[in-house]
T-cell receptor, first 111, second 114 residues
Framework: LAKTTQPISMDSYEGQEVNITCSHN???????ITWYQQFPSQGPRFIIQ???TKVTNEVASLFIPADRKSSTLSLPRVSLSDTAVYYC????????????FGKGTHLIIQP | EPEVTQTPSHQVTQMGQEVILRCVPI?????FYWYRQILGQKVEFLVS????????KSEIFDDQFSVERPDGSNFTLKIRSTKLEDSAMYFC????????????FGPGTRLTVT
């Protein structure tokens, strides 16, 4: 499994755009990149998944360069409720595999 | 929006006792999972289940653990003889590949072994 590296924590302010970068130098050809969000005492929640270039949905964008060795989760105009742990996962995109979570990035949004 | 539900929300048990954690996955999903998260640590995969059998399991999922889908709606995790180190949050998840890549997680059961 490709190992991922992401910052342990980040701070930002309400209304700002937040970008969280994840490194995955050993990503395999058939690996997808998936981001999950977790609030305290809750289960993780899927945010976005991509394979290459850019993916956008109603809550976030995911930027993946051509070499796919890193990815950046972009959260537009964050609010206090975006304070959470964000996990970058790399693996098969079929959705049937057990997920391997790292320690994630603890994002703290201040007023 | 459909969601995964889990019961109980909190279970306290004594060391050596058996516990059963229950989950109701999203109704049209075919893949089911259990994860655990020890307080302050990362989420760890335990087991995946498809077509009434285990698809994949981690090293954590030893003979102490078992899973079952006793009827068309419930999915259970049994821990036969609990240990202090089994204290954790246990999350159930379900998915419906290839229609969707995401795994939907339940709210979790906090297991406290005393």
């Amino acid at each position: 499994l490709a190992k991922t590296t992401q910052p342990i924590s980040m701070d930002s302010y309400e209304g700002q755009e937040v970008n969280i970068t994840c490194s995955h130098n050993n990503i395999a050809t058939n690996d997808y990149i998936t981001w999950y969000q977790q609030f305290p005492s809750q289960g993780p929640r899927f945010i976005i998944q991509g394979y290459k270039t850019k993916v956008t949905n109603e809550v976030a964008s995911l930027f993946i360069p051509a070499d796919r060795k890193s990815s950046t989760l972009s959260l537009p105009r964050v609010s206090l409720s975006d304070t959470a742990v964000y996990y970058c996962l790399v693996g098969g995109g079929g959705g049937a595999d057990g997920l391997t979570f790292g320690k994630g990035t603890h994002l703290i949004i201040q007023p | 929006e459909p969601e995964v539900t889990q019961t109980p929300s909190h279970q306290v048990t004594q060391m050596g006792q058996e516990v059963i954690l229950r989950c109701v996955p999203i109704s049209n999903h075919l893949y089911f999972y259990w994860y655990r998260q020890i307080l302050g640590q990362k989420v760890e995969f335990l087991v995946s289940f498809y077509n009434n059998e285990i698809s994949e399991k981690s090293e954590i999922f030893d003979d102490q653990f078992s899973v079952e889908r006793p009827d068309g709606s419930n999915f259970t995790l049994k821990i036969r003889s609990t240990k202090l180190e089994d204290s954790a949050m246990y999350f159930c998840a379900s998915s419906d590949p290839p229609a969707s890549h995401e795994q939907y997680f339940g709210p979790g059961t906090r297991l406290t072994v005393t």
